[in-house]
Each structure stands twice: as structure tokens, then as C-alpha cells.
């Protein structure tokens, strides 16, 4: 009799503390600058009410005032065997505005979190004329290339005449 209050007692308790596994994902765009301040955030949970659709989630992170985003940290938790996708859809570091997707699938529900991160508009501007690098030119393989074609035509017509 006592031994299967026992059982029942390690059935119940193995039931309660089976443990859950979560699977949690970091993202980050952009440049993380020595001057980044945080500005914004937010979090929130959705529940999925089919784990096997995929699940779409649209955040639009937003700056302050006479600031510029430099860069974005999104963190993103489903359950275990689930998947999370993450898009930027707009905006990129220098703007006021970026708008970011979270997909998740095979999960009961998706969690998030962000922080942006700004740097004033005028010390960026600074800092993005100091990193803007010019394009190169590949002026030697177009040479090489043209020359290539004259040769070729001018050899095939000196043995079409022969």
C-alpha cells in the first residue's frame, strides 16, 4: 500500500518538474559605436494558435529626437524544436526608424525583446564621412578583357581570309 503512494508520489512529481527548454536567440544590426546611448525598447509575448503555421511579428523601432539609430539588439525565445527567423524589412544604421520582423514556427509561442541604441545625428554624420570608403575600380581587368576580344576577332578573321 505505501509503495504505491510512492509511485504515485514520483509520477506526480515527475509530471510537475519535467523540465522545459527554451531555445533563445540574439540578433544585432548595425555599428555598436563608443558613444551609443540607449534609447528605446520594448518586449512582448504572443501565443501561437497553430505551432506548425508560421508566426509573423512586425516591431518598428524608432529613435529620440535629433538622434539616429546605431544599432539594434534583439533577443527572441521560443520553445524547444522551435525556429526564429529575423529580418530587418526597413531602415539601416544612420536612420530614425527601423523596422525589424520576427518569424517563428514548430513553437507555442514566441517572446521578444529590444533595445536600440542612438548616436547624435551631428556626431554621426562625422563618423560616417570619416568610415565612407571609395569605391574601387577594376580599370586593369576591363583593359585586359577588351584586349582579349580585339585579339580574338582580329586571329579569327586572319584565318577566315586564309
Not at 505551432?51 to 535629433?66: E, H, L, M, R
Not at 514566441?110 to 547624435?120: A, E
Request: proline share 3%; charged share 20%.
Amino acid at each position: 500500500m505505501v509503495q504505491n503512494w510512492i509511485f504515485l508520489l514520483l509520477a506526480i512529481s515527475a509530471v510537475f518538474c519535467y523540465p522545459n527548454y527554451f531555445e533563445k536567440k540574439k540578433f544585432k544590426v548595425g555599428i555598436e559605436y563608443d558613444k551609443s546611448l540607449p534609447m528605446k525598447g520594448g518586449s512582448d509575448r504572443y501565443r501561437h494558435r497553430n505551432n506548425y503555421d508560421p508566426f509573423f511579428v512586425t516591431i518598428t523601432a524608432k529613435s529620440k529626437n535629433n538622434f539616429v539609430i546605431a544599432y539594434l539588439e534583439v533577443t527572441a525565445t521560443v520553445d524547444s524544436g522551435g525556429t526564429i527567423d529575423f529580418r530587418l524589412v526597413r531602415g539601416q544604421t544612420g536612420s530614425t526608424s527601423m523596422v525589424f520582423q520576427l518569424v517563428s514556427n514548430h513553437s507555442d509561442f514566441l517572446s521578444y525583446s529590444y533595445m536600440t541604441y542612438g548616436i547624435r545625428e551631428e556626431e554621426y554624420r562625422k563618423i560616417a564621412n570619416v568610415i565612407t570608403l571609395p569605391v574601387p575600380t577594376n580599370k586593369d581587368i576591363s583593359f585586359h578583357n577588351t584586349s582579349f576580344k580585339i585579339i580574338t576577332l582580329l586571329s579569327l578573321l586572319l584565318i577566315s581570309m586564309l
